[in-house]
């Protein structure tokens, strides 16, 4: 290999790689100079579990940590909260005295979601033990200063935000189970309503008063029994009284009256019943009752007898003891048909609320189950009512899970990036390599006879000498005037546009960032970013 040829070539194409050189290297310094500092501040939160035992007292809010500090992220990167702490702290203000170039909304919610990092880590491991969930919170800031002032207002935001919304699903829990008694105690009181009303509308057709009817009913069957012996053997002895005065119609008997008639006696026997039921039954028994409507009815049947005693017949003449018995007869027997009526309407009225009350009992029966099932429901959403009562005070003591901090974000003594020694070298180092490649794909790309070995190797022809080509004087003045003009041009011009675009049209990393956006190659713009600092 002829080193000395190549050198010759290199030197030969030094002004490109010089040209290249100085862009690369006049790029990297103006760069390292004119980016700006950032300085990143940060604080550090603390996810504590819930103050007081589950076992105890349990809170009403389940939402997981991590899927609590995302929904926080969410509302805290808001274009609405964004662009409102942009202009409360006034974080693309002026800087250094001059007047920051205006964004867009659309930018500024950009950079500053850019500029803004929550970071959780720890939590519910797939293995091993769960770990405590911490969240580290920092803000890229020109300024110190800006940097801890607005990571201290984005971990005030964090906190009220956690405060706000564990607040509000507590108070929704309590409302809804609130809300849900309420309907449900007025679902209790209109069902208590039918059954109620259903009760009073069908009292006599109850089933639980069944039995009693039934026992009514065999009674007044019974006494019905006992009324028609009883007017069977007055009819039968009217009968024979009939018989007796067909056969001694000629006699007459001026006899004494009896001292007492059979209605009065029965009247005094069933007074003396009447005051033995009373003894041992309440007076609105119906037993009581029935005894009471029969003793008032044989009541007006013997004074009505009183008074027509020592009266005459319907044709006028004297009554006879004979015709008083008759008339005794007569009454006792119409007596015993008017209780055989009543038998017979209290029977039918037994009968008719008998038939009815299986009827009323399946009816009952839903009515009182479905205000079972309704007061199941009503005592369950009471008790959640209280848990939810619990779990409001909880949350609103701020002794359920909460973020607390564990240290505030403080105002960093030295930026974070950029590393501008680093961008330095780089843009030196990439000027190098540039300009390293540029003459070597000049001397690729150009094709012809350089060397007398390049003749016997293409030609078969074996040079005397070689004479070099000698520029004159004045052409080696103007192309060196020319290459120094080129390369002063781009050694000042480079610095001092850029300068002039970040102070007054954009923000150099805000260009940068744009460009790569325009061109699709955002990605591999931050990765070297990340590698440069």
């Given at each position: 290999?002829?080193?000395?040829?190549?050198?010759?070539?290199?030197?030969?194409?030094?002004?490109?790689?010089?040209?290249?050189?100085?862009?690369?290297?006049?790029?990297?310094?103006?760069?390292?100079?004119?980016?700006?500092?950032?300085?990143?501040?940060?604080?550090?939160?603390?996810?504590?579990?819930?103050?007081?035992?589950?076992?105890?007292?349990?809170?009403?809010?389940?939402i997981q940590a991590a899927e609590q500090?995302?929904?926080?992220?969410?509302?805290?990167?808001?274009?609405?909260?964004?662009?409102?702490?942009?202009?409360?702290?006034?974080?693309?203000?002026?800087?250094?005295?001059?007047?920051?170039?205006?964004?867009?909304?659309?930018?500024?919610?950009?950079?500053?979601?850019?500029?803004?990092?929550?970071?959780?880590?720890?939590?519910?491991?797939?293995?091993?033990?769960?770990?405590?969930?911490?969240?580290?919170?920092?803000?890229?800031?020109?300024?110190?200063?800006?940097?801890?002032?607005?990571?201290?207002?984005?971990?005030?935001?964090?906190?009220?935000?956690?405060?706000?919304?564990?607040?509000?699903?507590?108070?929704?829990?309590?409302?809804?189970?609130?809300?849900?008694?309420?309907?449900?105690?007025?679902?209790?009181?209109?069902?208590?309503?039918?059954?109620?009303?259903?009760?009073?509308?069908?009292?006599?057709?109850?089933?639980?008063?069944?039995?009693?009817?039934?026992?009514?009913?065999?009674?007044?069957?019974?006494?019905?029994?006992?009324?028609?012996?009883?007017?069977?053997?007055?009819?039968?002895?009217?009968?024979?009284m009939e018989s007796l005065r067909e056969?001694?119609?000629?006699?007459?008997?001026?006899g004494d009256l009896p001292a007492q008639?059979?209605?009065?006696?029965?009247?005094?026997?069933?007074?003396?019943?009447?005051?033995?039921?009373?003894?041992?039954?309440?007076?609105?028994?119906?037993?009581?009752?029935?005894?009471?409507?029969?003793?008032?009815?044989?009541?007006?049947?013997?004074?009505?007898?009183?008074?027509?005693?020592?009266?005459?017949?319907?044709?006028?003449?004297?009554?006879?003891?004979?015709?008083?018995?008759?008339?005794?007869?007569?009454?006792?027997?119409?007596?015993?048909?008017?209780?055989?009526?009543?038998?017979?309407?209290?029977?039918?009225?037994?009968?008719?609320?008998?038939?009815?009350?299986?009827?009323?009992?399946?009816?009952?029966?839903?009515?009182?189950?479905?205000?079972?099932?309704?007061?199941?429901?009503?005592?369950?959403?009471?008790?959640?009512?209280?848990?939810?009562?619990?779990?409001?005070?909880?949350?609103?003591?701020?002794?359920?899970?909460?973020?607390?901090?564990?240290?505030?974000?403080?105002?960093?003594?030295?930026?974070?990036?950029?590393?501008?020694?680093?961008?330095?070298?780089?843009?030196?180092?990439?000027?190098?390599?540039?300009?390293?490649?540029?003459?070597?794909?000049?001397?690729?790309?150009?094709?012809?006879?350089?060397?007398?070995?390049?003749?016997?190797?293409?030609?078969?022809?074996?040079?005397?000498?070689?004479?070099?080509?000698?520029?004159?004087?004045?052409?080696?003045?103007?192309?060196?005037?020319?290459?120094?003009?080129?390369?002063?041009?781009?050694?000042?011009?480079?610095?001092?546009?850029?300068?002039?675009?970040?102070?007054?049209?954009?923000?150099?990393?805000?260009?940068?960032?744009?460009?790569?956006?325009?061109?699709?190659?955002?990605?591999?713009?931050?990765?070297?970013?990340?590698?440069?600092?």
């Amino acid at each position: 290999m002829d080193l000395k040829f190549y050198f010759s070539l290199f030197m030969r194409r030094l002004h490109w790689f010089m040209l290249f050189l100085v862009i690369g290297s006049a790029l990297g310094l103006t760069l390292a100079t004119v980016l700006p500092p950032v300085y990143v501040a940060q604080a550090r939160l603390l996810v504590e579990s819930e103050q007081i035992p589950g076992d105890l007292a349990e809170s009403t809010v389940r939402i997981q940590a991590a899927e609590q500090l995302q929904i926080i992220q969410q509302r805290i990167l808001t274009r609405e909260t964004l662009v409102d702490m942009a202009n409360r702290l006034n974080i693309y203000g002026t800087r250094g005295g001059a007047q920051r170039p205006r964004l867009t909304t659309d930018e500024l919610v950009a950079d500053m979601r850019k500029r803004i990092s929550i970071i959780m880590s720890g939590g519910q491991q797939r293995r091993g033990p769960r770990l405590a969930t911490l969240v580290s919170v920092s803000f890229e800031a020109p300024t110190a200063r800006m940097s801890a002032s607005v990571t201290n207002e984005l971990v005030t935001l964090i906190q009220r935000e956690d405060v706000e919304m564990r607040t509000r699903v507590a108070r929704q829990t309590l409302s809804f189970f609130q809300q849900e008694v309420d309907r449900l105690d007025t679902v209790l009181a209109g069902q208590g309503a039918d059954i109620l009303a259903f009760k009073e509308e069908n009292q006599e057709a109850l089933p639980d008063s069944l039995q009693f009817r039934r026992n009514q009913q065999a009674a007044a069957q019974e006494r019905l029994l006992q009324l028609e012996r009883q007017e069977a053997g007055l009819k039968d002895r009217r009968s024979r009284m009939e018989s007796l005065r067909e056969q001694f119609e000629s006699q007459s008997s001026a006899g004494d009256l009896p001292a007492q008639t059979p209605e009065e006696a029965q009247l005094q026997e069933l007074e003396d019943q009447l005051a033995a039921q009373l003894s041992i039954l309440a007076p609105s028994n119906p037993k009581v009752k029935l005894l009471e409507a029969r003793i008032e009815g044989l009541r007006k049947r013997v004074e009505a007898q009183r008074a027509r005693r020592g009266g005459v017949t319907e044709e006028g003449t004297p009554m006879t003891n004979f015709d008083l018995q008759m008339e005794q007869l007569d009454g006792q027997i119409e007596f015993i048909e008017d209780q055989k009526n009543q038998l017979n309407d209290t029977l039918a009225t037994l009968a008719a609320s008998i038939e009815a009350t299986p009827g009323n009992a399946i009816t009952l029966e839903t009515l009182e189950r479905d205000y079972a099932n309704t007061r199941v429901q009503y005592d369950l959403a009471v008790s959640k009512r209280a848990q939810a009562q619990t779990g409001d005070i909880i949350e609103a003591l701020r002794q359920g899970q909460r973020i607390s901090v564990v240290e505030q974000a403080v105002v960093p003594s030295e930026p974070e990036k950029p590393d501008r020694k680093v961008i330095a070298a780089a843009g030196v180092g990439g000027g190098m390599v540039l300009g390293l490649a540029v003459v070597a794909l000049l001397e690729l790309l150009k094709k012809g006879i350089r060397r007398p070995v390049d003749l016997t190797n293409r030609l078969g022809i074996t040079p005397f000498a070689t004479l070099p080509y000698y520029r004159t004087r004045a052409e080696l003045i103007r192309r060196r005037l020319i290459i120094t003009g080129v390369l002063g041009f781009f050694l000042i011009g480079i610095p001092l546009g850029l300068w002039a675009v970040d102070t007054y049209v954009m923000p150099l990393e805000q260009l940068l960032d744009a460009i790569m956006q325009r061109v699709g190659l955002a990605g591999l713009l931050s990765d070297a970013a990340s590698a440069l600092v």
